[in-house]
């Protein structure tokens, strides 16, 4: 090649739409990426229902326990006590649960396409919708943490008060903004009307 020769090399022209194949590269990875918010629900549900029966269940344990014992040591570990318990069975009681729907479901795909003569694209189909069957092991999890984690707040918000009448008064407080920060929390995550999810949770 001469010195003073163009240089052509670089994109190359495609006579078919009069794109250059630098551009048609350029547009394949700017497509937007897409969240499956179906997906998200499944895990998203037990997160939101483990969150609010921590912070209520064991708020009305620590208040119940206050009633006959009004000693803050017992509160708490009565509170932890039902931390712990809760925990446990929301954990359980989700995987069961899930796993029902999971085996439910993946017998029906099977019986569809038995009865089925396309074949091959079935099962195509059939293994796209197993991936929003919801994960028994992954709803079990996000249960407990979150039943966990809002029974940790009455928890810890009583810990600190000596006075029965005003400990009692910072629970319900705090389990109260609690519950409203959990709403928007999942409508930030879900992607739902914010005022809908605070006034439900």
Same mark, same amino acid.
């Given at each position: 090649?001469?010195?003073?020769?163009?240089?052509?090399?670089?994109?190359?022209?495609?006579?078919?739409?009069?794109?250059?194949?630098?551009?048609?590269?350029?547009?394949?990875?700017?497509?937007?990426?897409?969240?499956?918010?179906?997906?998200?629900?499944?895990?998203?549900?037990?997160?939101?229902?483990?969150?609010?029966? @921590?912070?209520?269940?064991?708020?009305?344990?620590?208040?119940?326990?206050?009633?006959?014992?009004?000693?803050?040591?017992?509160? %708490?570990?009565?509170?932890?006590?039902?931390?712990?318990?809760?925990? *446990?069975?929301?954990?359980? @009681?989700?995987?069961?649960?899930?796993?029902?729907?999971?085996?439910?479901?993946?017998?029906?795909?099977?019986?569809?396409?038995?009865?089925?003569?396309?074949?091959?694209?079935?099962?195509?189909?059939?293994?796209?919708?197993?991936?929003?069957?919801?994960?028994?092991?992954?709803?079990?999890?996000?249960?407990?943490?979150?039943?966990?984690? @809002?029974?940790?707040?009455?928890?810890?918000?009583?810990?600190?008060?000596?006075?029965?009448?005003?400990?009692?008064?910072?629970?319900?407080?705090?389990?109260?903004?609690?519950?409203?920060?959990?709403?928007?929390?999942?409508? %930030? %995550?879900?992607?739902?009307?914010?005022?809908?999810? *605070?006034?439900?949770?």
């Amino acid at each position: 090649m001469a010195a003073g020769a163009p240089n052509h090399v670089g994109t190359i022209p495609n006579p078919a739409n009069g794109t250059t194949d630098q551009n048609k590269q350029t547009q394949v990875t700017d497509v937007p990426r897409v969240v499956d918010y179906w997906q998200r629900a499944q895990w998203l549900r037990a997160a939101v229902l483990g969150a609010n029966d @921590g912070l209520v269940s064991v708020a009305s344990l620590m208040m119940g326990v206050g009633a006959v014992n009004k000693d803050a040591k017992a509160m %708490l570990l009565a509170g932890f006590a039902g931390l712990v318990a809760g925990a *446990c069975g929301m954990a359980i @009681g989700e995987f069961v649960s899930v796993f029902t729907q999971y085996e439910v479901e993946v017998g029906q795909m099977k019986r569809d396409m038995i009865k089925s003569e396309q074949g091959e694209r079935d099962l195509e189909m059939a293994m796209e919708k197993r991936k929003s069957i919801p994960n028994p092991m992954q709803a079990a999890l996000a249960s407990a943490f979150s039943f966990s984690i @809002g029974g940790l707040v009455p928890l810890l918000s009583g810990s600190f008060v000596s006075v029965y009448k005003i400990r009692l008064l910072v629970i319900v407080v705090v389990v109260s903004l609690a519950l409203v920060a959990f709403g928007s929390v999942g409508s %930030l %995550l879900g992607k739902t009307p914010m005022t809908r999810s *605070c006034v439900s949770s």
